[in-house]
């Protein structure tokens, strides 16, 4: 019997580009929606299944979607389009992790023409054990100028989440 491998140290730093993945999907008929485009939800499954494979590579094990942070559509996928998603993590915390992803999309057939960024997404992920409780992950090390850019907007998205929970909750404090 092979020896289990012993977990990451999550006192260890890891690089951005330790965990960094990609995923691609062809947009068949399937994944359209009344407008005969893609339906925005095929579009965030993906974004959601490469972010989560980033977050549990990053944390040495299970790790599950807390919050989407903001997913914009910049651009209609159509059917045929071949589909990229990349991502990587952004920052990370004790146990959560934000996960930053790309998608973009070109005819399946056209190598000629060039990819059109059609969405982007930040996601907050959370490394569990195996009860469902919050593990510890390892920092994350920025490795170049948009490694550092990603890291600082990320540290401001999580004060903007931070301070939004704030005030809804002081809002449900009974006014006397």
Do not use: C
Not at 5 to 19: C, E, F, I, V
Not at 66 to 80: E, I, K, N, Y
């Amino acid at each position: 019997m092979d020896p289990k491998p012993a977990p990451p140290n999550p006192a260890h730093p890891k690089p951005t580009s330790a965990a960094r993945t990609s995923l691609s999907h062809i947009m068949t008929v399937v994944d359209t929606n009344l407008l005969g485009t893609v339906h925005g939800g095929v579009i965030m499954k993906l974004v959601d299944d490469v972010a989560g494979a980033v977050a549990q590579r990053h944390s040495g094990g299970p790790a599950v979607t807390a919050a989407m942070d903001g997913m914009t559509f910049l651009h209609p996928v159509r059917v045929g389009d071949l589909v990229h998603a990349h991502a990587q993590v952004n920052w990370a915390g004790k146990s959560s992790m934000e996960v930053g992803v790309r998608v973009l999309a070109e005819p399946w057939d056209r190598a000629d023409v060039p990819q059109t960024k059609v969405a982007t997404a930040y996601l907050v992920f959370v490394a569990v054990n195996e009860d469902g409780s919050p593990r510890a992950v390892p920092p994350v090390t920025p490795e170049t100028e948009e490694d550092d850019r990603r890291l600082r907007e990320a540290e401001i998205r999580r004060q903007h989440r931070l301070a939004r929970r704030d005030e809804i909750l002081a809002s449900r404090v009974p006014k006397l």
